[in-house]
């Protein structure tokens, strides 16, 4: 009698916990939020890292806005590879927030930190993935070019994908 009373409310405590966990995994996205707000990005970057080990599977509003908090901290921080690589996978697994307007605005991320080689290589990915909106993303790279802020290397690579 005893075992099938523990086991009726292991179910119970299951979902218990998990209500428990809700609203601290969005505290902490608002607390990363805030971080990055403020120009905390290795904060943000560390409070929604946490966040998406714990954060449920099932949960995809939550997990995309703390994976938008990271990678927008990785661009910030200018951790170029590592922002590179998050937002092709995000582009694989949410394709319709990893848009256009993504790509531009973290390659922009990236520029603003001093990663110029890694907004080139956000800005070609962007291209390519979004024919229709090529004129953003040329423009971007031209902008680039304007403002002398590409070395040699970078303009001949620009030049060799037919850009410059």
Not at 60 to 65: D, E, G, S, V
Not at 92 to 111: D, F, G, R, W
Request: negative net charge.
């Amino acid at each position: 009698m005893r075992l099938r009373s523990i086991s009726s409310l292991t179910p119970a405590i299951g979902l218990a916990l998990l209500i428990g966990c809700g609203p601290n995994l969005e505290k902490q996205k608002n607390e990363a939020q805030q971080a990055l707000s403020v120009g905390n990005f290795s904060q943000a970057r560390e409070i929604s890292s946490q966040a998406l080990e714990q954060a449920p599977a099932s949960d995809k509003r939550l997990l995309w806005a703390l994976e938008r908090i990271r990678l927008e901290a990785l661009a910030r921080e200018n951790q170029g590879e590592q922002a590179c690589e998050t937002l092709e996978r995000l582009a694989a697994e949410y394709p319709t927030q990893a848009n256009a307007s993504l790509y531009l605005a973290i390659a922009s991320y990236l520029k603003d930190a001093g990663g110029t080689s890694s907004a080139i290589d956000i800005l070609v990915a962007g291209d390519e993935r979004f024919p229709e909106e090529s004129e953003k993303f040329k423009a971007m790279i031209n902008e680039l070019e304007a403002g002398g802020e590409l070395d040699p290397a970078e303009i001949e690579r620009l030049k060799s994908l037919g850009y410059l």
